[in-house]
T-cell receptor, first 115, second 115 residues
Framework: DGGITQSPKYLFRKEGQNVTLSCEQN?????MYWYRQDPGQGLRLIYY???????QKGDIAEGYSVSREKKESFPLTVTSAQKNPTALYLC??????????????FGPGTRLTVL | DQQVKQNSPSLSVQEGRISILNCDYT??????FLWYKKYPAEGPTFLIS?????DKNEDGRFTVFLNKSAKHLSLHIVPSQPGDSAVYFC??????????????FGQGTTLQVKP
């Protein structure tokens, strides 16, 4: 089955620790994205990557880091510098069809809780 | 500055009737719009999209209408079913800006379809 997998589904972190969230896709998509969702809010873009070995900051990149060494993988590290990391983290990838036909597909999410 | 707004946090509809979810945007450069459905503890699922060159797109029970002059789009679900109960997110992108695929999301509307 083609799709996007995220692991773990639930993650607990102590204050001051860095944690890395996994995102893997076998859809052969070039572009990948990380979003954060807080209760009662929409999704906000953290980082995105349009091609291997390249990535750009989104709207709320502070306290996060990413890498894109392989097309299939786009891990997100939540560092201790992120002051309010408790949230649902969603990874997405994008097919690149013709103009105005691009659609992002999402993984199931990782819920991170800081203890 | 909220560029995409869903002003109704919740909507309750009787099974078999029409559900109408609304979304407003402020950025006239947006040229591609999407609707996602999200169940608790799952990632968003793509429902339907529309390009700014169209004013209507239909897929089964789901129809999206775009009014560019009013910067408004709506999702119609007919007939509504209890399984449609979920949070619905409107999203928009500006494909002209380097085709990054960056999506701006609304806050979401929780739809409850009562049997």
């Amino acid at each position: 089955d083609g799709g996007i997998t995220q692991s773990p589904k639930y993650l607990f972190r102590k204050e001051g620790q860095n944690v890395t969230l996994s995102c893997e896709q076998n859809l052969n998509h070039d572009a990948m994205y990380w979003y954060r969702q807080d209760p009662g809010q929409g999704l906000r873009l953290i980082y995105y990557s349009q091609i291997v070995n390249d990535f750009q900051k989104g709207d709320i990149a502070e306290g996060y880091s990413v890498s894109r060494e392989k097309k299939e993988s786009f891990p997100l590290t939540v560092t201790s510098a992120q002051k309010n990391p408790t949230a649902l983290y969603l990874c997405a990838s994008r097919s690149r069809g013709g103009a105005n036909t691009d659609t992002q597909y999402f993984g199931p999410g990782t819920r991170l809780t800081v203890l | 500055d909220q560029q995409v707004k869903q002003n109704s946090p919740s909507l309750s509809v009787q099974e078999g009737r029409i559900s109408i979810l609304n979304c407003d945007y402020t950025n006239s450069m947006f040229d591609y719009f999407l609707w996602y459905k999200k169940y608790p503890a799952e990632g968003p699922t793509f429902l339907i999209s529309i390009s700014s060159i169209k004013d209507k797109n239909e897929d089964g029970r789901f129809t999206v209408f775009l009014n560019k002059s009013a910067k408004h789009l709506s999702l119609h679900i007919v007939p509504s079913q209890p399984g449609d109960s979920a949070v619905y997110f409107c999203a928009a992108s500006d494909n002209g800006s380097g085709n990054t695929g960056k999506l701006i999301f609304g806050q979401g509307t929780t739809l409850q379809v009562k049997p």
